[in-house]
């Protein structure tokens, strides 16, 4: 299984910017869809965002135009730029990999979550 590890999460002000970033273990995004999730205290997680092998990407409603996904494959980490920060954007973020050929039997891989608190 793929190991994932978040980092760059924080505290910040609304009307801010956070980048957070996901190292994976090894090369996947050749076959793997990337998503990042959120869940807010009392919440479902939720999909914010994620990036297909070929590199179409995929927004929650409440994030567009305001989250950006990516991807550094030569540093096998993908990337969550978080602009225009509101409090509701408040929860801890999840990295996510799910591997899209369905014969190859993988279970997905979750990273282990990092804080991210919008407030003034």
């Known amino acids: 299984q793929v190991q994932l590890v978040e980092s760059g999460g924080g505290l910040v002000q609304p009307g801010g910017s956070l980048r957070l970033s996901c190292a994976a273990s090894?090369?996947?995004?050749?076959?793997?869809?990337m998503g990042w999730y959120r869940q807010a205290p009392g919440k479902q997680r939720e999909l914010v965002a994620a990036?297909?092998?070929?590199?179409?990407?995929n927004y929650a409603d409440s994030v567009k135009g305001r989250f950006t996904i990516s991807r550094d494959n030569a540093k096998n980490t993908v990337y969550l730029q978080m602009n225009s920060l509101l409090p509701e954007d408040t929860a801890v973020y999840y990295c996510?990999?799910?591997?899209?050929?369905?014969?190859?039997?993988?279970?997905?891989?979750w990273g282990q979550g990092t804080q991210v608190t919008v407030s003034s």
């Open positions: 090894r090369s996947i995004f050749s076959t793997y869809t």
């Open positions: 990036i297909f092998s070929g590199g179409s990407t």
């Open positions: 996510h990999g799910e591997e899209e050929r369905p014969w190859i039997h993988s279970a997905p891989s």
